[in-house]
């Protein structure tokens, strides 16, 4: 089943997309030409297997965590993983301007 999310860029452009619903996020991202890596880690990092923490995004409705590092995310308020979050019908995502991971800057969420 298709689903419609919005994705907005470091530089506050917008983009909607189209995926499959339940597809992982960080593969979307990708086949869309918008990483959610920043520059250093475009291209080392896992590979989308939840542990370099570095295609991490902001959610204007986050899901419950399901993996230990976003458990950690929701907690104490740093990015979740894209690549462990499945796509969902409405869901507004944030890409962060960042030079590894992402921070717990005030101002970084979404509104």
């Known amino acids: 089943m298709p689903a419609t999310l919005t994705v ?3 530089t ?3 983009r909607e997309l189209t995926a499959q619903a339940g597809a992982v996020l960080r ?7 918008l990483s959610p890596h920043g520059r250093y ?8 297997r939840g542990i370099c923490a570095t295609c991490g995004v902001r959610l204007a409705e986050p899901p419950d965590p399901n993996h ?4 950690l995310a929701d907690r104490f308020g740093y990015p979740r993983l894209s ?3 499945r ?5 507004r995502v944030k890409l962060l301007d960042k030079r590894v991971w992402g921070s717990r800057q ?3 969420g979404m509104e």
């Open 83 to 85: 690549c462990q979050l």
């Open 41 to 48: 880690a475009e291209r080392v990092n896992c590979g989308g």
């Open 12 to 14: 506050g452009e917008t």
């Open 27 to 33: 593969d979307v991202l990708l086949d869309a030409g």
């Open 87 to 91: 796509v969902r019908d409405g869901m």
């Open 68 to 71: 230990w590092h976003d458990d």
């Open 8 to 10: 907005e860029t470091p």
């Open 106 to 108: 005030a101002g970084d």
